[in-house]
């Protein structure tokens, strides 16, 4: 699992209020990515880093924005969070080709 | 960008089959493929990679193809079983990037039955 986690696993919160999702690394990974998958829609990027303060938009980016200060945690920010963003978050890291993918974030918005 | 399309949501198939699984690209032709599986609740998982000067590669009993002039990538499962079934997605490298980004496909949902 190159040795992504993420926290929280799920979380519900209302429209309106700001979430932070955590991705952290142990592996000294340089790129890391956050998509959302949704049905109907697959997994699509978010956003990306490809090393700490170093960070870029990616196809569905509104709404969110991330932040890298270290090397091994990444974070994605819902500033005042929607319905639309309902949906199941991965962080994911890249290594050889590769990527390997966080368990996931479960992410209800009422 | 990159449109793929995986040729079903789903796909049924009985034990000891074969499974095909299908991905076609649109646009320009990627230095490389990839193909992962996904389980419920849980993130993607990389199967196999396939380069373009590559027309084949096989990893125990997955084989996947890769045709650029037809624009499509085959994922075969040989002698399937129960344990195979999955979600399979494929997914195909932006044009020119070196940061990693990859276009996914919807995914192709396999159920295979005792």
């Known amino acids: 699992d190159a040795g992504i986690t993420q926290s929280p696993r799920h979380k519900v919160t209302e429209t309106g209020t700001p979430v932070t999702l955590r991705c952290h690394q142990t592996?000294?990974?340089?790129?890391m990515y956050w998509y959302r998958q949704d049905p109907g829609h697959g997994l699509r990027l978010i956003h990306y880093s490809y090393g700490v303060k170093d960070t870029d938009k990616g196809e569905v980016s509104d709404g969110y924005s991330v932040s890298r200060s270290k090397t091994e945690d990444f974070l994605l920010t819902l500033e005042s969070a929607t319905s639309s963003q309902t949906s199941v978050y991965f962080c994911?890291?890249?290594?050889?080709?590769?990527?390997?993918f966080g368990p996931g974030t479960r992410l209800t918005v009422l | 960008s990159q449109k793929i399309e995986q040729n079903s949501e789903a796909l049924n198939i009985q034990e000891g089959k074969t499974a095909t699984l299908t991905c076609n690209y649109t646009?320009?032709?990627?230095?490389?493929l990839q193909w992962y599986r996904q389980d419920p609740g849980r993130g993607p998982v990389f199967l196999l990679l396939i380069r373009e000067n590559e027309k084949e590669k096989r990893k125990e009993r997955l084989k996947v193809t890769f045709d650029t002039t037809l624009k499509q990538s085959l994922f075969h499962i040989t002698a399937s079983q129960p344990a195979d079934s999955a979600t399979y997605l494929c997914?195909?490298?932006?044009?020119?990037?070196?940061?990693?980004?990859?276009?996914f496909g919807r995914g192709t949902q396999l159920t295979v039955w005792p």
């Open positions: 592996e000294n990974h340089r790129y």
């Open positions: 646009n320009y032709s990627p230095a490389y």
């Open positions: 997914a195909l490298p932006l044009r020119g990037s070196t940061l990693g980004r990859l276009y």
């Open positions: 994911a890291i890249t290594a050889q080709d590769e990527q390997f």
